[in-house]
DNA sequence: ATGGTGGCCCGGCCA
């Protein structure tokens, strides 16, 4: 089974080259986060003729999320049904060829000193709460998506120049931590150990160009799917070429089914 | 490292 995640940034702008990668990549399952759009303008029709059923939760703001997949969708549990939902569409999960997905975009936080980054902490916390109440961590579990932390200094391009930043602070990675420790595991880091390996660029400046980015898109998984996993990929090429979203896809295979 | 880009949709907000 082939699990993927990729932050499109705007589903609407980056119809096309979702459908180009689909059709190039074929996971069984595709985690999207920033749709930017509203359930009602969900293009379901494009994903079923490509053999992809799929769900989506998303009020056409800024946010929005989505899980497709060929191989099975079923119990589609949309938001937390709780306090986390005030930070907006940023949560949905269904069952897939046995595995319980989660497609995740982790609020942002802004900066530091901000709400907002109180409200990050917060939400990461009622996600690990939501996987307690609703998953067993024995079961194949799988939370992709993302996470804006990255885990440690070698997912930056220079960790001194981000001190005192969001995505790298202490608190931040505490949080993620404390998601993991319900029983996930980072897939792509059982594949590879390097630095520099990043899934996000700033358009700005010409940033991938130069190598400044920052792996925070991330494929968690029980125990279970872990021992079977045998391959990870980042898809650099999805960054490059005509309009591309500002992440790259995120692919993790597993030998299940 | 900020805001030089990009997406929303037309004036700022968000990342």
Not at 19 to 45: G, H, N
Not at 117 to 138: F, H, I
Request: aromatic share 8%.
């Amino acid at each position: 089974m082939r699990i993927a995640t990729w932050n499109v940034n705007s589903l609407k702008a980056r119809l096309p080259r979702v459908e180009e990668w689909l059709e190039y990549a074929r996971p069984d399952v595709l985690c999207i986060q920033e749709t930017k759009l509203a359930d009602s303008a969900f293009p379901a029709m494009a994903f079923s003729a490509l053999g992809y059923e799929s769900a989506h939760h998303g009020d056409g703001r800024w946010n929005g999320v989505a899980v497709l997949s060929r191989v099975g969708l079923e119990d589609v549990a949309a938001g937390f049904g709780g306090p986390a939902d005030s930070e907006g569409p940023r949560l949905v999960a269904a069952t897939c060829g046995g595995v319980r997905v989660h497609s995740v975009y982790v609020p942002n936080g802004r900066s530091v000193d901000s709400e907002h980054y109180v409200a990050k902490l917060a939400w990461l916390g009622e996600l690990r709460g939501l996987l307690e109440a609703t998953c067993s961590a024995g079961d194949p579990v799988a939370v992709c998506g993302d996470f804006n932390v990255a885990p440690e200094d070698r997912d930056v391009w220079d960790p001194a120049a981000l001190v005192g930043e969001t995505h790298v602070t202490e608190a931040e990675r505490v949080a993620l931590a404390a998601l993991q420790g319900w029983g996930l595991v980072d897939a792509f880091r059982l594949r590879y150990q390097e630095d520099r390996l990043f899934t996000w660029w700033d358009y700005r400046a010409g940033n991938f160009h130069k190598g400044i980015g920052m792996r925070i898109d991330l494929v968690l998984v029980t125990e279970v799917l872990a021992q079977r996993c045998v391959g990870a990929l980042i898809d650099r090429n999805a960054r490059k070429g005509q309009q591309p979203s500002d992440h790259a896809p995120v692919l993790v295979d597993f030998e299940v089914g």
